[in-house]
């Protein structure tokens, strides 16, 4: 037997994913760009439907409030997408609301100011405005470290073997809302994580016409039939004496959204009144903008790689971070009950269909604002229920978590010390985060419980975030542990020609603000 050679059993390092069929800056056909344009749509309907219709009904809203809410959050989706896509980093990237902005909005809703008002209608229109004001205040971190360049500094200590954790944490860490959800109701759950896995992966060959149209579209034909079963399961009268939480995760009809929402409505800034300020409020939800912040970076990362672009430079970075800012700054003017973040589920659809092309995301984010307007059209593909999405979501953010470790390809992972830093860091991401969970569950406060409120909501909410757990310990790891004579084993060598916009030609293809506005925005 021929001894075997050593590019037998091993893969070169690639700047750029290979095995994608459109990448950043190239274009589907416009039939198949619209179409996945609506694909995206749909994916990003779960997190805005969910955030307003867990916290609207604590605020003392009715399905109407509910209604609005998920109307207006989904405006400022396709707006802030549309922002991000143009003038920000230019990665096709969704920009939608966050989990992480619901501990310290909770912590609002809660407050003693608040809750012995009577007036359900009032207490929802007071607590409406005190969340606006808080993310009004609390925006300026973003605002301020992205266009002042400061995240950029902060950037330049990032090294592959740091941001493995974060980037990976990204997919993983949201775990609790993808398999959890769906074992809330595994006759319509199991159904559709197993169609999709076979439509994306084992039927992607299939074509017609020469166009893959099941992989293409896996997602939609998948929720189609499964959404279809679940109307048949709800119309039958299969839930009809099941309990109300089981009603609520497996029927068709639960949401009321559709019988709420009005023709046609226009979301716009104070809709609900002037925002009300408070220090506290607004020093807690400052700690969902930094969790955002970080969630984000990893998030930005992870499509760069599944739109097979460069790594964003930091420049590029700190300039998208702002812009998010701007961002969250117009959730608070209109009232969204969330900040923004990049939508992680869209980022592994993106590998999911093998097309990363930032127009395809730009037509989505039309859709998301066409919808948002068109009350009744848009809350019918609202209605859908979560735990469809949850199932979805097994896949996608396990794609999103291993394009994480795909970084683990420029350094070297025979070394003890990367070793060390990778896996402690993604444990304590994971084990410190499901620690404030848990305990959270069972006291019904978080893990910090002072007689200072805003200290509480600040800690709770930094720790209650994976990615942001995980950039704590590996980037200070990484540049306390005999940094000055691991660069090689670091991934420095490669990672270099990234740190500065200038560094690699592909930059100015994939990151050049268009219009011609590096003129007066020149790359740093």
Not at 282 to 306: C, D, H, P, W, Y
Not at 329 to 354: D, H, K, M, P, Q
Not at 457 to 473: E, G, Q
Not at 481 to 509: C, H, I, M, Q, V
């Amino acid at each position: 037997m021929d001894p075997i050679k050593p590019e037998e059993i091993s893969h070169p390092p690639m700047d750029q994913l290979q095995g994608l069929e459109y990448c950043i800056d190239s274009n589907p056909p416009w039939g198949e760009a619209i179409a996945l344009g609506f694909e995206h749509y749909i994916l990003a309907l779960g997190t805005a439907v969910m955030i307003p219709s867990v916290l609207v009904p604590m605020m003392g809203g009715d399905d109407g409030d509910k209604v609005r809410v998920v109307q207006t959050l989904l405006f400022l989706q396709g707006v802030n997408t549309l922002l991000q896509t143009l003038f920000g980093t230019r990665l096709p990237t969704v920009i939608g609301g966050s989990y992480a902005f619901m501990v310290p909005i909770i912590s609002i809703i809660k407050d003693s100011s608040l809750t012995r008002i009577e007036d359900p209608q009032l207490r929802f229109l007071s607590t409406m405005r005190a969340v606006q004001g808080a993310i009004i205040v609390a925006s300026s971190v973003q605002i301020i470290l992205g266009f002042s360049q400061m995240w950029a500094i902060c950037a330049r200590f990032f090294s592959p073997v740091g941001m493995v954790p974060v980037i990976a944490l990204t997919g993983f860490g949201l775990f609790n809302i993808g398999f959890p959800v769906v074992g809330n109701c595994v006759e319509i759950g199991v159904p559709m994580l197993i169609l999709f896995v076979i439509f994306s992966q084992y039927l992607k060959n299939f074509q017609f016409r020469q166009f893959p149209v099941v992989e293409r579209f896996a997602l939609l034909i998948a929720l189609v039939v499964v959404w279809a079963y679940a109307h048949l399961l709800t119309a039958s009268g299969a839930y009809k004496h099941r309990p109300h939480q089981t009603q609520v995760n497996c029927r068709t009809d639960m949401s009321n959204l559709i019988s709420s929402a009005p023709w046609i409505k226009i979301p716009y800034p104070l809709q609900w009144g002037a925002p009300s300020f408070d220090a506290g409020h607004a020093f807690a939800m400052m700690a969902a903008v930094f969790v955002s912040l970080i969630e984000s970076t990893g998030a930005f990362k992870a499509a760069a790689r599944l739109a097979s672009a460069t790594p964003p430079p930091p420049h590029v970075l700190s300039r998208g971070i702002g812009w998010q800012g701007i961002g969250i700054l117009l959730n608070g003017l209109f009232g969204t009950l969330s900040g923004s973040s990049v939508s992680v589920e869209n980022i592994g659809l993106l590998g999911s269909t093998r097309v990363g092309s930032r127009r395809v995301i730009q037509i989505s984010a039309g859709f998301m604002i066409f919808f948002s307007m068109l009350g009744k059209f848009g809350a019918l593909f609202a209605s859908i229920p979560f735990t469809i999405f949850a199932a979805v979501y097994c896949v996608l953010f396990g794609l999103v978590a291993s394009v994480g470790l795909s970084f683990l390809q420029f350094t070297n992972m025979n070394s003890l010390r990367n070793l060390f830093i990778v896996g402690v860091s993604l444990f304590l991401g994971l084990s410190i985060p499901e620690y404030f969970r848990d305990f959270t569950m069972k006291a019904l406060h978080g893990p910090a419980h002072t007689n200072a409120g805003w200290f509480n909501d600040f800690l709770n909410t930094i720790f209650s975030s994976s990615p942001m757990v995980a950039l704590m310990v590996a980037v200070f790891l990484d540049n306390t542990l005999d940094y000055k004579e691991t660069a090689r084993d670091r991934g420095l060598p490669w990672w270099a020609k990234f740190r500065t916009f200038k560094g690699d030609s592909r930059n100015e293809e994939f990151y050049t603000l268009p219009f011609n506005l590096n003129r007066f925005f020149p790359p740093s």
